[in-house]
């Protein structure tokens, strides 16, 4: 099964200003995606990312909030953007294969204070 | 639009006991996957099991095991002789097959299960 390497694994952030997650996957994947986890609550997509093409937005999140980048097949970003504390949660990146189970990074913690 | 319902916030258990977490589903879909996730305090997402739906058999996975009916769109899990490292958030999911269909994970609200010594 995939490997999924996530960074940053927390960080405090600002009010206004933006952070960019990665996610690094130790094989070649057909699928990544990002989820959201407030606080005591469930996983959330927020988007599929497309290698060489926009990425897929679920209903209620937007690209210039959420700007996500697949530069390639081992490798994603997803950008917080003007952030609130609202936006303070954990981000997952999952990653697999058509037909295989999706795997998970550690995740990332973010507080906006 | 699929949706997974876990109805059960929190469970408990004695250590070396048996425990089932419920699960149910809605899809239009015939042909899909379900799983189970557990998530510790570290927050790792951790795979513990998975269903074709097309498998009548019910998949085991050492101490852990399913229970689906895919007529009455139910999969719950079982956990036999509980240990200490079992205590997590645990998830049901589900996730198209269907050719052109995304294959992305829906998850339910999870289930707090507690171990007791």
């Known amino acids: 099964s995939a490997v999924i390497s996530q960074k940053p694994s927390r960080d405090i952030c600002q009010r206004g200003t933006s952070l960019t997650i990665q996610c690094q996957v130790d094989?070649?994947?057909?699928?990544m995606f990002w989820y959201r986890q407030q606080p005591g609550q469930s996983l959330t997509l927020i988007a599929t990312?497309?290698?060489?093409?926009?990425?897929?937005?679920e209903s209620g999140f937007v690209i210039d909030k959420f700007p996500i980048s697949r530069p390639n097949l081992t490798f994603s970003t997803l950008t917080v953007s003007n952030m609130s504390p609202e936006d303070s949660s954990i981000y997952l990146c999952s990653a697999g294969q058509l037909g295989s189970p999706l795997h998970f990074g550690n995740g990332t913690r973010l507080t906006v204070t | 639009a699929q949706t997974v319902t876990q109805s059960q916030p929190e469970m408990s258990v004695q250590e070396a006991e048996t425990v089932t977490l419920s699960c149910t589903y809605d899809?239009?879909?015939?042909?899909?996957?379900l799983f189970w996730y557990k998530q510790p305090p570290s927050r790792q997402m951790i795979l513990v099991i998975r269903q074709e739906a097309y498998k009548q058999q019910n998949a085991t996975e050492n101490r852990f095991s399913v229970n689906f009916q895919k007529a009455a769109k139910s999969f719950s899990l079982k956990i036999s002789d509980s240990q200490l490292g079992d205590a997590a958030m645990y998830f049901c999911a589900y996730r198209s097959r269907a050719q052109g269909g995304s294959e992305k994970l829906v998850f339910g609200k999870g289930t707090k299960l507690t171990v007791n010594p």
């Open positions: 094989s070649q994947v057909t699928m």
């Open positions: 990312a497309n290698q060489g093409s926009e990425a897929t937005y």
């Open positions: 899809t239009s879909e015939s042909d899909y996957y």
